[in-house]
């Protein structure tokens, strides 16, 4: 396993995995594919100079992501949220996730990020329990939040102080 940092000039990778994520899993993101592939290059490259994003990476092969989004407004700065987590089936239970979490919470800390926040579809039981063991807690719950093939699915809000 290899974890990276990207920048924009990595962006034709990060556009493989982002994509991979969207055709793979759409019930698990508010955006669908069809809202990312057709962006231009300028774009991708701008989304990774404005968010931070992780890449995992099993035998040089980008296999998960995760993003975070810090807050613009100047009272709200302290505070960011993870965005556009995945990682491939075949890699659960390698330690992905938990070494994506742990380089970007550096990263947020580097940033002088206090809290870090993220939602999640209610009905993915492993992400909530993966979240809850890494230190996050409910906050909220946000019902009909998404809406998937025309059903509702409620999200939960989930909070971690950064220390």
Known sequence: M??????????????RIRMEALRTVPEAF????????GLPDEEWRRRLTDTPVVV?????EPV???GLMRQQASKMAHRATIV????????????????????LLDHARA???????LAVSAE??????????EGFHEIGRIPGALLHEGREVDEIMMARRLA
């Open 2 to 15: 290899a974890l990276k940092l990207l920048d924009p000039d990595d962006f034709e990778i990060f556009k």
């Open 30 to 37: 508010a955006s669908s594919a069809a809202d990312w592939e």
């Open 56 to 60: 995992s990476f099993q035998d040089q």
């Open 64 to 66: 998960g992501l995760m």
């Open 84 to 103: 556009m987590v995945y990682l491939r089936g075949s890699e659960r239970g390698g330690g992905h996730a938990v070494a994506m979490l742990d380089l």
């Open 111 to 117: 940033l002088d990020i206090r809290q870090v926040e």
């Open 124 to 133: 993915n039981q492993a992400a909530i329990r993966f979240y809850l063991r």
